[in-house]
């Protein structure tokens, strides 16, 4: 800590923009009280992230790390958007090679606290030879977490592991009925998806030496909507664990992004009844295969509802995506739905007041996003922890999921239309429509948020002695 009391913290996220602005939303938060953000990440990522404020950006520094180079990646790859889900342990492995040039830093530096992300399972014993305390930020829920259980289960050396049966029941120790689970194909797809561990680290052993490796873990999320998750990692992780909030976004924050498409955007929004369009939007990296497009797609047409679909091509593709409708779909759908083919502002999207629900992939920074306006939420989860997610969000009342197939995952557009209508529009769905409303106050409360984030700051204050190591 310098002369004036500021604190230097050095953040490190995972190569994804759903970690990578999380963590910059929390650098400009420390920059606001004073302190010192050190910011690591490879080139490309850097040039990609919002410009900061005049205000705050000498107190963010940019440090940029060259990505290793692997040959097994795309060249220029350099986040989880540049690739197809199936190159992500190569990315892993490449992000892995950041462990000399991020070493050197440090020494160079000496912050007082190092954040960083769960991919760097490595960083924890890093920090400790330099004597820097460091904290694991996770920015999943408590309950996806709680679900995972302790270290030890995600490492598997204890007799805490998990068995293919424990998975799709709630494990021994969550000591409170819980409907988080995963279901039967979505341990299908995630054991596909894991093929060969080219990085030799597993994603679930990386969260477990994250856990077990750092001096605090710090969390997304807010006692406010989870607190018996939270109490339940407190027991299960034997260490301090401090929810920093949910970290919303404002829509002023992003007003300079894609002002062009906003204004046509927009103005296909405003001639819309408040409340009366479905968003649908499944992030970035989530993909459906052709049969679940075709679903979704004639569900939407089905429910006779208005909506407004961001799709886009999965990376890598060289399908066009009007190829991936249904024949006709948009000529039957024209004037009540819009597809649209590229990057849209789903912030300013979902603040507009005609938009009423938002059919989501359960990813948490668009469900933050989509309860941060009060939206109730449609439950479609595709792949990694997004099932736990939508378990958690129907158990909490905020949300519908259209009903799959337990065992191929397979879904039909009827379903589909009439889990939209239920939650838009149909009496049944108006306790869905009330809860969500009723979340804006948690999720939404710029003043609440905040709370969090300045308790999590005088933490970082408090716990560390002044050569740098913590108390």
């Known amino acids: 800590m310098d002369s004036s009391g500021a604190l230097h913290v050095v953040m490190f996220p995972w190569l994804a923009m759903g970690h990578l602005i999380p963590f910059l939303e929390l650098s400009k938060r420390l920059a606001q009280k004073g302190h010192r953000v050190s910011f690591v990440s490879t080139p490309r990522n850097i040039k990609r992230l919002p410009q900061i404020s005049p205000d705050l950006s000498p107190l963010i520094n940019f440090v940029s790390l060259p990505l290793p180079h692997i040959d097994t990646l795309p060249e ?13 342990q190569s990315l892993k492995m490449a992000y892995d090679g950041l462990e000399a040039p991020l070493t050197t830093f440090l020494q160079n530096s000496v912050p007082n606290w190092i954040i960083f992300d769960f991919a760097a399972y490595w960083l924890p014993e890093v920090a400790a030879k330099l004597g820097v305390p460091c904290v694991y930020l996770s920015l999943s829920n408590a309950a996806s977490l709680g679900f995972m259980g302790p270290p030890s289960s995600l490492l598997g050396n204890e007799e805490t592991v998990l068995t293919i049966e424990d998975i799709t029941v709630s494990p021994k120790w969550v000591p409170f009925p819980s409907c988080v689970v995963f279901r039967p194909h979505e341990l299908v797809k995630i054991m596909e998806g894991i093929g060969e561990n080219e990085s030799g680290v597993s994603d679930a052993q990386r969260i477990g030496l994250a856990i077990q490796g750092s001096d605090v873990v710090a969390l997304r999320t807010s006692v406010d909507f989870e607190p018996e998750w939270i109490n339940l990692l407190h027991d299960l992780y034997k260490k301090t664990v401090i929810p920093i909030g949910l970290l919303p976004p404002l829509v002023q924050d992003v007003e300079n992004e894609g002002d062009a498409k906003w204004v046509e955007i927009k103005e296909w929004l405003d ?14 990296e989530a993909i459906l295969s052709r049969e679940e497009l075709n679903e979704l797609a004639l569900g939407l047409e089905k429910s006779k509802l208005p909506f407004f679909w961001v799709l886009r091509k999965p990376p890598g593709s060289t399908v066009d995506e009007s190829a991936m409708l249904p024949k006709g779909f948009e000529d039957r759908t024209r004037g009540r739905g819009i597809v649209y083919m590229s990057w849209a502002p789903q912030v300013r999207i979902l603040a507009h007041p005609s938009v009423g629900g938002f059919l989501t992939h359960c990813g948490w920074n668009s469900v933050i996003e989509g309860l ?25 009342k905020v949300g519908l999921e259209i009903p799959r197939n337990e065992r191929d995952g397979s879904f039909t557009s009827d379903s589909v239309a009439e889990s939209v209508r239920v939650v838009m529009v149909e009496k049944e769905g108006e306790p869905f429509r009330t809860k969500a409303k009723e979340m804006k106050e948690v999720f939404g409360d710029r003043n609440l948020n905040d709370r969090y984030v300045d308790g999590f700051f005088r933490y970082l204050e408090e716990h560390r002695s002044p050569d740098g190591t913590s108390s």
């Open 76 to 88: 220029n790859a350099e986040a989880s958007i540049d690739i197809p889900a199936q190159k992500s």
């Open 271 to 284: 001639k819309h009844e408040r409340e009366s369009i479905v968003y649908v939007a499944l992030g970035s």
């Open 372 to 396: 941060g306006f009060g939206r109730a939420l449609v439950l479609l989860p595709v792949m990694n922890e997004q099932g736990l997610n939508a378990r958690l969000l129907e158990g909490k």
